[in-house]
């Protein structure tokens, strides 16, 4: 559906017809105007009168339509065609979702089309309503403010991955071992699904960024591509943070691993050290438990507390020598 749809002249909003295709033909006429029109998750048939109205080129139309894009920029005869996409962070559940955000800028309009309800959309319109200055430069500095907001967020849903992987380092490499350790190589393996959902939105977008700060992009003012390139050197900063927490993230589990081997060893040196104590007196009493006539001290009164003095002392020998040994 149509969210929103106002013609904006020298950055300030100005009433015009209510139909978008009366105010498009007016906003062209006066030459500094442009018409910024808003929708939200639209059906066919209603994106069906937009893409007659600004002639969209119907790849785009279908991309906008079906969404499920990877972030990019494509140029067409009458239009540019930009595909971003918003991230929302769950705080209660630590998970990471993404939504997609669709802008299509040409002659004197802008169209944005949202998947979602995490776009900043109308954040973004408030503040350029608030600053005419910025939004006199025309559909290009939408444009800016759209991707600058994205990528903006984009810097604060890092940092609130860097605090939980600094919570789950702390886990893993606590005295106790992380607790369980299944439940803690899901952790692991859930937050790499986060981060790598995160990757999926901010790595493609760096060709498209990069494209914008430099010249000869259609549609854009090119006293536009200094805002492009700040635009651009966060997005790497976001990138290289995302690297750096997929990186430590594949260090944690390979060290959790590590840990749990190191563990395993720990146990079985026990198992085996109690098995060897056992041993003895299983041997001594085995070896007495057999029905010979002819054994060493059989018939000696003490042979009884004698044997089992002697297991006593064999148990606790072995047990002062694993203990030294770190065994046990």
């Known amino acids: 559906m149509i969210v929103d749809c106002a013609i904006y002249q020298d950055g300030r909003r100005t009433d015009g017809p209510a139909d978008f295709s009366d105010a498009l033909d007016e906003a062209r006429k006066s030459g500094d105007a442009f018409l910024w029109i808003g929708l939200h998750e639209p059906t066919e048939r209603e994106f069906d009168l937009v893409r007659h109205e600004f002639a969209l080129h119907p790849l785009a139309v279908e991309d906008a339509l ?75 500095a939408v444009l800016y403010a759209i991707s600058d907001a994205v990528v903006d967020h984009y810097i604060d849903v890092a940092g609130e991955l860097q605090v939980d992987l600094e919570e789950l380092e702390t886990e893993v490499f606590a005295p106790s071992g992380g607790g369980d350790s299944s439940n803690t190589a899901a952790s692991i393996y859930t937050f790499k699904r986060q981060v790598l959902e995160f990757r999926r939105a901010t790595g493609p977008l760096t060709a498209p960024m990069t494209r914008l700060a430099g010249a000869g992009v259609p549609f854009v003012h090119q006293e536009a591509q200094p805002f492009f390139r700040d635009v651009a050197d966060h997005l790497t900063r976001v990138n290289e943070q995302v690297e750096g927490l997929d990186r430590l993230l594949s260090d944690i589990l390979s060290a959790h691993l590590a840990q749990m081997g190191v563990r395993q060893n720990d146990d079985m040196r026990k198992i085996s050290a109690w098995a060897a104590m056992a041993a003895v007196p299983t041997m001594v009493a085995g070896i007495y438990g057999m029905n010979f006539d002819h054994m060493p001290e059989l018939h000696w009164a003490w042979t009884y507390p004698a044997v089992i003095l002697f297991m006593a002392l064999a148990v606790f020998g072995l047990h002062r020598q694993f203990k030294r040994r770190g065994w046990l």
């Open 66 to 140: 079906r969404a499920h894009q990877r972030p990019k920029l494509e140029v067409y005869d009458d239009s540019l065609f930009a595909v971003l996409k918003p991230v929302v962070y769950e705080s209660s559940s630590d998970t990471v979702s993404t939504d997609e955000l669709m802008v299509f800028i040409g002659d004197s309009f802008v169209v944005t089309v949202r998947h979602g309800d995490s776009a900043p959309l109308a954040d973004v319109r408030s503040r350029l309503e608030a600053d005419p200055q910025i939004l006199a430069h025309g559909p290009t």
